[in-house]
């Protein structure tokens, strides 16, 4: 029983040596300080455990149960194997590091860099500089991450890029959680999301989104969350909003929390607001409670603005220009007039409902149903005061932001 007892130990020391398996040139010598190493050149093979390593040169520190590897470095364990110019490997702590052109291979992601640590008890990895990890649809760029081979999860920090694969999406900010088993993704310290399309007419088309926390979900609803602070720019299309849910597959985006909406001259404000897109065209906006729209009448008049207004606001387009606005339920409409650029007073018109027709993005026909009441207010009042005229709940808002507000500086692609 003594014997079990001391030899125990004994194995499983030795079990945890890094035993040399070949090697062309074998030379052995001992420091100043005591210490036994071997030096080792061609076709050098060290094995531990399920783990066997290759290179072209060796330095084993014998005490320290450590080997300096140089050369055509690879690391093989199961199904992961990590590749550098040069690295280290620690038997007692089981981990190895790599330097210049770092590769670990893993069953379902590649990671890429100068730099890299990959602890193989743990089946974590931890790389730096120039990092980059592909996997079946992303591809991320960093300066450090860390990878969780089990949980199959990537944290990455500064400079960070996520690029997805099949719709063309980038996601920039400092720090990113990934999971490339679920294909979930949140950026956030400065998050900002960058999508390039081409439209039928050749026009290139491009979405930018800036906030506080960005939430892909690449799975089967392809949808993202992005919250507090939004910015959304998109051609001739702006918005901020406090949460605005996108979803990629039905080009429908919905915005929340005191929400606003440009395009072109229009300005639509409302508790909540709904846009539909087909083929990257403007197709519908739906206002939602305290419903309000707003644009200049004519440039001539530059504080003469058309509004309209109500408890729900739906607005359809064609070919990206305004043809239709329906408004319900306490619906009012102020809308000015014009005699060859001179201006002829201010109709002001209520109704349970109010439909506007526009040609050519201007407003051309107004039908008013149920309830109508209207007012028309000669020019000679209107030069009193204009602003007198506004509907209640107007309010124009000039943070209308663009696509340099999102990226002051050309982004990386």
Not at 146 to 163: D, F, G, Q
Not at 165 to 181: A, I, K, P, Y
Request: hydrophobic share 35%; net charge neutral; with cysteine.
């Amino acid at each position: 029983m003594i014997l079990l007892l001391v030899l125990g130990p004994l194995f499983s020391q030795q079990s945890n040596l890094i035993v040399l398996q070949n090697a062309d040139i074998f030379a052995g010598k001992r420091l100043e300080n005591g210490e036994d190493i071997r030096e080792l050149t061609g076709n050098v093979r060290f094995k531990q455990g399920n783990t066997i390593v290759w290179c072209d040169k060796a330095m084993q520190f014998l005490n320290r149960n450590e080997v300096e590897l140089i050369g055509s470095v690879k690391i093989i364990r199961d199904t992961v194997t990590l590749t550098a110019k040069k690295g280290r490997y620690y038997g007692n702590s089981r981990k190895a590091d790599g330097e210049g052109n770092v590769k670990l291979k893993t069953p379902h992601v590649t990671l890429y860099a100068d730099f890299g640590t990959y602890y193989l008890d743990e089946e974590r990895a931890f790389f730096q500089r120039n990092v980059r990890v592909v996997d079946s649809s992303t591809i991320i760029y960093s300066e450090q991450l860390t990878y969780l081979e089990k949980e199959r999860r990537s944290e990455a920090l500064l400079n960070v890029r996520i690029v997805n694969l099949e719709d063309n999406v980038r996601m920039f900010g400092n720090h990113l959680v990934h999971s490339d088993s679920t294909r979930y993704s949140r950026m956030t310290e400065q998050p900002r999301l960058l999508q390039i399309d081409t439209s039928d007419d050749g026009a290139i088309d491009t979405l930018a989104v800036k906030s506080v926390v960005m939430e892909s979900f690449d799975d089967s609803t392809k949808r993202m969350i992005v919250k507090d602070s939004v910015m959304i720019v998109r051609g001739e299309l702006a918005a901020r909003s406090g949460l605005v849910n996108f979803f990629r597959q039905d080009e429908s985006i919905e915005l929340y929390d005191k929400p606003i909406v440009w395009y072109r001259e229009n300005q639509v404000t409302g508790d909540t607001i709904f846009l539909t897109l087909e083929e990257n065209k403007l197709k519908t906006v739906s206002v939602k409670t305290r419903a309000f729209v707003l644009s200049q009448s004519d440039s001539l008049f530059p504080s003469r603005y058309n509004q309209l207004t109500g408890r729900s606001i739906l607005m359809t387009f064609h070919d990206n220009k305004l043809q239709q606005s329906f408004v319900e339920r306490n619906a009012i409409s102020l809308y000015f007039l014009y005699d060859d650029s001179t201006g002829n007073g201010v109709n002001k018109t209520s109704g349970d409902a109010i439909t506007m027709l526009f040609d050519d993005g201007k407003p051309n026909t107004i039908h008013v149903i149920k309830g109508i009441e209207g007012n028309y207010f000669p020019e000679n009042l209107l030069k009193r005061d204009e602003l007198q005229y506004n509907l209640d709940g107007f309010l124009l808002r000039n943070d209308r932001p663009g696509f340099r507000t999102i990226f002051p500086t050309r982004p990386k692609l």
